[in-house]
């Protein structure tokens, strides 16, 4: 079983800044993959960026440019900058990871940008 617990959203105007954070009970070179998706109200769940345990990353591409994972593994946590951000980046923000082949998830955080 593994936990992860977010947080760092907020209310923002559009332009602004967030930095989300997730730390793992378990350490992230133990995680084959780990992964920030968001939801929005009526939308499905989408993939908005993941790290590889090689250190591959790849990002959604309307927040390419805008968005940087970066891990701290001493903290077992890692984030999620976001920078520019846009009403459409409105969303429910969860964090995931792979661990031996079973995916978990935290309880997300909510990010909102106002116009």
């Known amino acids: 079983q593994v936990e992860f617990v977010e947080s760092g959203g907020g209310l923002v105007q559009a332009g602004g800044s967030l930095r989300l954070s997730c730390t793992a009970s378990e350490n992230i070179p133990n995680l084959s993959i780990m992964s920030w998706h968001r939801q929005a109200p009526g939308k499905q769940r989408e993939l908005v960026a993941s790290i590889t345990g090689g250190g591959g990353i790849i990002y959604k591409e309307s927040v390419k440019g805008r968005f940087t994972v970066i891990t701290d593994n001493d903290k077992n946590t890692l984030f999620l900058q976001m920078e520019n951000l846009k009403p459409e980046d409105t969303a429910v923000y969860y964090c995931?990871?792979?661990?031996?082949?079973?995916?978990?998830w935290g309880q997300g955080t909510q990010v909102t940008v106002s116009s």
């Open positions: 995931s990871g792979l661990h031996k082949g079973v995916a978990y």
